[in-house]
């Protein structure tokens, strides 16, 4: 079984800054696609980020020069360094990770969710 794990999320003030971390545990050969996704109330969660091996990184353009998706494959862990925060980033961030495992079919996992809070 794979666990996935987020933390980092915390509430700043505006033009402030975080850092969310996502980490994978279990058994597998090693990540795939990573992403990060958010979820405001009342909203479909929405993709914020993606990093792929082949395409590299692709933003939303809410966010696009303001975040930053990095991996650290050592520790399977992927990070999203948030700076410029507004108001309107306030939302609960899930990270997705996919994971390759030798004879198995690669599959993707949910963490659970970290709340960030965004004051103006």
């Known amino acids: 079984q794979v666990q996935v794990q987020e933390s980092g999320g915390g509430s700043v003030q505006a033009g402030g800054s975080l850092r969310l971390s996502c980490t994978a545990s279990?058994?597998?050969?090693?990540?795939?696609?990573v992403s990060w996704h958010r979820q405001a109330p009342g909203n479909q969660r929405e993709n914020v980020a993606t990093m792929t091996s082949s395409a590299g990184t692709r933003y939303a353009d809410s966010v696009e020069g303001r975040f930053t998706v990095s991996k650290d494959n050592a520790r399977n862990t992927v990070y999203l360094e948030m700076n410029s925060l507004r108001p309107e980033d306030t939302a609960t961030y899930y990270c997705n990770v996919g994971v390759i495992r030798v004879g198995r079919p690669y599959t993707t996992y949910w963490g659970q969710g970290t709340q960030v809070t965004v004051s103006s």
């Open positions: 279990g058994k597998f050969f090693s990540l795939g696609t």
